[in-house]
């Protein structure tokens, strides 16, 4: 089972309605007890980085951070994954999970921003092992929809281009992040989100 | 770590529109002599699989007849359907944005509401944000008018499925959508919509460069000579086509062979 977590920012429909596709079980909360005691936890996420105030107010900040501790398997899709840096310089005054270095930025490109379309991933050195990214051919497109990228710090485990070089990906241990929208990126998409349901289902078992 | 070879930047969308009315795709000439289609879950999949980066359902009569969007429709569409999908017609309030997001869709795309109560757009990107937001316009150049020195076209926004002139001008009314919130500009010439005689190329570069966010071109694609024609001289970030993929005239992915060989960025179906 997998938990999604509502934070009321945008729509979850696409996220879950994948999940079905995979056959893969989930259900939706708030709560910072079903966070905490969770299988699986799964943050999507669109919209601006203020939107994560809530978790904090919320309690599911604490809840999410003691279940990663614990080794619940965590994936965060685009500003969910955002939020697993330090913060966002979209919303200075609040806290990311600082998981990995460094805060996200507005990209700095003459090219138009938002960044909106199918682009290409390619693995780090680091994320050639990755779990998340397992079949995934360096180069697959995918979709993404966002103005704030991530740095390329220790954790990244794909990049992409855009004018810049920003994070697609990260990962370490239990915690997992894509920049874009696996929900969205069609076969390639529902490959990643099938590599995260396969490694949950191990946890689980385990 | 390497990343020499990593293309810069993003590829150009092609995008398939499903007109609907009725629960079923249509197409007519200058929004008019409705033909039927085909099932919009049926297309959008086929649509999808042949390598559509995108899929957009317009309910063309929704805003004439002055009721909701189907929403069995769209939830019935949006079940199978793994790259962005784009809802529009007849979109009126935020709770008519939140049943379609509800439904399945990624983006709602507003025309008539937006241009009557600009403020939606806002209240719509506040809530779900930007990326959710697309705002259609549908343009037609004023009689006998050409580009000025400075790239700009005369063209002017008409609303109601092309149905009722609105004074106000086409890219002027671009720059203030983004302004408010919009997170794409899906441009329809009404000129050269239904006739298959090319992309409103002029018109789109005019647009795509008063805004920063991306402008979708729409209208007149008959073949792959005018897709390669509105990416390079029409600076579109996507183009939409509708009856040229339904009859089978040709598949995206052939289209998107013939826009690599022409040097033009893709993403070509596994």
Known sequence: MITLIDYKAGNLTSVRKALTHLGQESVVTDDPGLVRDAEALVLPGVGHFCTTE????????????????????FLG?????????????????????????????RFQTTLKVPHVGWNQIRRTAAGKQSRLLRDVPDDSFVYFT???????????????????????????????GVQFHPEKSGDTGLRILKNFCDYAAERIAR | MSTGGLSTGITKRIIACLDVT????????????????????????????SGADEIV?????????????????????ARQLFVPFTVGGGVRSLDDAS????????????????????????????????????????????????????????????????????????????????????????LTSMDCDGTRNGFDCQLTAAVAKAVNIPVIASGGAG????????????????????SIFHFGIHDVRELKAQLQREGIPVRLPC
């Open chain 1, 77 to 105: 899709i685009c500003v969910g994954m955002q939020w697993q840096f330090a913060g966002s310089t979209e919303a200075p005054e609040t806290m990311g999970l600082g998981l990995f270095d460094g805060a996200c930025e």
């Open chain 2, 57 to 77: 359902l317009l309910d063309i009569t929704a805003t004439s007849d002055a009721r909701p969007i189907l929403i069995d429709v769209v939830r019935r569409t």
């Open chain 1, 146 to 176: 966002h103005s704030y990228r991530a740095p390329v710090v220790d954790g990244v485990s794909a990049v992409t281009n855009y004018g810049e070089t920003f994070a697609a990906a990260v990962e370490r241990e239990n915690v997992f």
């Open chain 1, 54 to 73: 809530r978790l904090a107010t919320s309690g599911v900040r604490d809840a999410v951070l003691e279940a990663i501790a614990h080794g619940t398997p």
């Open chain 2, 99 to 186: 049943a379609l997001f509800d439904a399945g869709a990624d983006k709602i795309s507003i025309n008539s509401a937006a241009i009557k109560t600009p403020g939606i757009i806002t209240e719509i990107a506040e809530r779900f944000g930007s990326q959710a937001v697309i705002v259609a316009i549908d343009a037609k150049r004023k009689v006998g008018s050409a580009a000025s020195a400075e790239g700009a076209v005369p063209a002017e926004v008409y609303l109601a499925g092309g149905r009722t002139a609105t004074g106000r001008d086409a890219e002027a009314w671009a720059r203030e959508a983004e302004s408010r919130g919009a997170g794409e500009i899906l």
């Open chain 2, 22 to 49: 009725n629960g079923r795709v249509v197409k007519g000439v200058q929004f008019v002599d409705l033909v039927d289609a085909g099932d919009p879950a049926e297309l959008a999949h086929l649509h999808a699989k």
């Open chain 2, 223 to 242: 073949s792959g000579d005018h897709f390669v024609e509105v990416f390079k001289g029409g600076c579109a970030d996507a183009a939409l086509a509708a």
